[in-house]
């Protein structure tokens, strides 16, 4: 990967991961759909506001739109929910690193068939490997003896269902470079949108939007909108115009370890003989599937 490259994925990997630690701190002050409500009604003001000073809002047509929108609720909607809704559950935070570290493997089986993008056979193996390394960083830390409902442990799949469609799409769009393909703030500002009216109905009607505006919470929110919701995914996006999406699926598989430093610095978990382990494995196996530059498509 060129080096700008690399610097837009280790920005888009410290930030996305960024998140698990905002939600640990936002969830005691409101719910998941009233956190997720306020964050993303917020982000969709701010960028409202942007555009708009910039003179680059308008409307884009219903194809555009839709289909940037259906984006937004999966890839931040969904994706986003059915991560927090798994902790509110008391579902430990490595089970659920773990189920969502299935997505590489979703993105990598889905690209050729809906993309066109080939995986090959060192990306296949380093997919593998990163997952192997994922499993052998949190299973350590998984209390077994602690079970939460069935629902509970499912929830994670839709986080997985969500982001390997939401990228998918997104990459034929770059392939196909058409007019549904939108600038990255005009897109995030459709995205965004999309997920404030997803979670609506939710936050009023489940949650009553009950919140407590601490200051703690007012600096979660504002880390967990500008730099997670607006800067992670952004980086996101420009990843995905550079590189096929199985490489960038890859990057995911950096989640559990990069989140468990940093959990470490935040709360003070320790780090275990074995994490160092797993952790320079899952470095080995996203290594593997960026070595080979060239895209080959179907023909």
């Known amino acids: 990967m060129k080096i700008n490259t690399i610097i837009l994925a280790v920005g888009f990997v410290l930030l996305w991961n ?12 409101a719910g998941p759909f009233t956190l997720l409500f306020w964050r993303y009604l917020i982000l969709t003001l701010a960028i409202f506001l942007y555009l708009l000073a910039s003179k680059r809002l308008r409307w884009v047509g219903w194809r555009a739109a839709g289909l940037n929108m259906f984006i937004g609720f999966l890839a931040h909607g969904v994706w986003l929910v059915c991560v927090l809704l798994a902790l509110d559950y ?55 003896g602690n079970y939460a409902s069935v629902f509970g442990y499912l929830i994670p799949l839709g986080s997985v269902a969500a982001i390997t469609l939401a990228s998918l799409i997104q990459r034929k769009m770059e392939l196909k470079k058409g007019t549904d393909k939108l600038s990255v ?50 980086l996101m996006w420009l990843l995905l115009e550079r590189i096929d999406a199985t490489r960038v699926a890859s990057l995911f598989y950096l989640g559990p370890p990069v989140t468990m430093f940093m959990a470490w610095v ?34």
């Open 185 to 234: 703030d005009l897109s995030l500002f459709y995205q965004s949108l999309a997920t404030t009216l997803f979670l609506v109905l939710p936050a009023v009607f489940i949650e009553e939007m009950s919140t407590k505006w601490t200051p703690e919470f007012i600096y979660t929110m504002i880390w967990l909108i500008f730099a997670v919701s607006l800067g992670a995914y952004g």
């Open 266 to 299: 935040a709360f003070g978990d320790q780090v275990q003989m074995m994490d160092i382990v797993g952790i320079s494995v899952v470095f080995a196996g996203v290594l593997l599937t960026q070595l080979n530059p060239k895209i080959n498509h179907r023909k």
């Open 18 to 29: 960024s998140g698990f630690i905002g939600a640990e701190y936002g969830l005691p002050f």
């Open 90 to 144: 008391d579902v430990p935070a490595g089970i659920v690193a773990l189920v969502v570290a299935l997505q590489p493997l979703a993105t990598g089986a889905l690209s050729g068939w809906f993309t066109g993008e080939r995986t090959n056979i060192y990306q296949w193996l380093g997919l593998i490997l990163g997952f192997v390394g994922v499993v052998l960083t949190v299973a350590i830390r998984i209390d077994f």
